[in-house]
């Protein structure tokens, strides 16, 4: 077990600075790791029995971990899940007795329902089946709704870059029929408990389908507040993360719109229809002559903007910065964070992030329609896949990525994670 000695201490905070822009500060507040040795933890929550559910990407499993001691119990194995980049064990519901683990298999991904008995998860259902599933921005959040109502996100699985660069992105492809689950990549879904379709789910080009919201990119954060409004985080390309509220039947702008429109930094570069596609090397910065491309501005749908953005940039924006030139791992430089899930507590939201090992907190207007600012709760070396607040509010768990790269204390790119594979404990001060 790491101990926090061993995590850079310029890094670590649980201050609450004021500031947008404000570092944090190492010198209040506190840590504890919980847990080690998680096979790629995806999805944490804190059950009515007081333990940390806990998915295992990697792993295929669903564990029980208790936080006093970090005891780990498997309540289930999911053998025929498949385990490949984001794909895997992923996003979990509880509605003791009932389980909802979303997975990833040989033929794509699904929602099963499990029955909580003795420890175990047992008595699997398939929720729904069939629907699409891939190695890169699966999404997979997974909550249930005060209206009783599964909500869940696919994300447009990597399609138009690196070695999807031929497949076009359809988060703007509305399914044909209601059984045109092919259509559902880039979609926030709504389904009813047993897997059915709801009969207020939006009708969206004359097909009411799962469908309740479309036009994302890759939306891993999804949560309630107590008011009933659903918001989402949302990965972008090269600027513009996004935190969104999610409103019935609407557009949400991916691929033609990245954050707001507003022509800053983002050209939509169609590499999918392009004639000569598979002959052309992808590439982050320059498109072909032979891949189209059109800016924001010249898409006239409607579509809902975001609440935040993380970050948008002047397309004079240098994307090539010195810190990462190094291997040219010019990703870990963007201005985005990537944020891996969402949270909600004191009328703030709870924003990990993979980029930048900082859970984000965003505080909203009494409304909850506005982010009013934001602050870096947390910080260290690792990279933050999920988190869980106690029912007081005061506790927050964390969830670290087992691999991957992430920022260090001097902003450059590193594997060297501190924490990998475990449940990292804060507390917070207000």
């Given amino acids: 077990m790491r101990t926090p000695a061993l995590v850079l201490a310029a890094a670590l905070t649980a201050t609450l600075p004021l500031s947008a822009d404000a570092e944090p500060s190492s010198e209040s507040g506190s840590f504890r790791v919980v847990a080690t040795g998680l096979a790629g933890p995806y999805e944490i929550t804190l059950g009515p029995d007081g333990m940390l559910w806990t998915t295992e990407k990697a792993g295929r499993r669903v564990l029980r971990i208790d936080p006093k001691t970090g005891d780990k119990h498997v309540a289930a194995t999911i053998p025929d899940a498949v385990y490949s980049g984001q794909a895997g064990v992923l996003g979990m519901a509880l509605r003791l007795p009932d389980v909802f683990v979303a997975y990833t298999h040989a033929s794509g991904a699904k929602i099963v329902k499990f029955t909580y008995q003795d420890g175990q998860l047992r008595d699997p259902v398939d929720v729904i089946a069939g629907m699409p599933g891939g190695t890169d921005h699966q999404s997979a959040r997974l909550v249930i709704g005060p209206d009783s109502k599964l909500y869940y996100t696919i994300g447009d699985q990597g399609a138009n870059q690196f070695a999807q660069m031929c497949k076009p992105i359809e988060a703007q492809r509305l399914p044909a029929s209601p059984d045109d689950r092919d259509a559902y990549r880039g979609k926030v879904l709504r389904l009813n408990l047993d897997g059915s379709i709801p009969a207020d789910n939006p009708v969206l080009a004359g097909v009411r389908s799962h469908v309740y ?10 949560v309630f507040g107590p008011t009933g409004i659903l918001y989402s985080s949302e990965q972008g390309p090269k600027t513009d993360d996004e935190v969104n509220i999610i409103a019935r039947g609407k557009n949400y702008g991916w691929p033609h719109v990245a954050g707001h429109r507003d022509d800053k930094a983002y050209v939509y570069g169609n590499w999918s229809a392009a004639p000569d596609c598979a002959d ?108 869980a607040v106690s029912s007081d509010g005061k506790t927050v768990y964390v969830a670290t990525d087992n691999v991957g790269q992430t920022r260090d204390a001097d902003g450059k790119p590193t594997d060297a994670l501190a924490n990998p594979g475990s449940i990292l404990e804060f507390k917070l001060d207000s």
Wanted: neutral net charge.
């Fill in 280 to 387: 052309l090397n992808y590439d982050d910065f320059d498109f072909p002559s032979s891949v189209p491309q059109a800016t924001e501005s010249s898409w006239h749908n409607g579509f809902v903007p975001p609440i935040k953005t993380f970050y948008t940039v002047p397309s004079s924006h240098n994307f090539m910065d010195d810190k990462c030139a190094d291997g040219e791992q010019w990703y870990i430089c963007w201005p985005t964070v990537a944020p891996a899930s969402l949270d909600y507590v004191n009328r703030s939201l709870l924003m990990p992030a993979l980029k930048d090992g900082t859970v984000h907190r965003l505080r909203l207007s009494p409304d909850g329609t506005r982010v009013t600012s934001v602050s870096p709760l947390f910080r260290t070396v690792n990279r933050y896949r999920d988190t």
């Fill in 213 to 222: 919201t479309y036009g994302h990119r890759n939306a891993q954060g999804l």
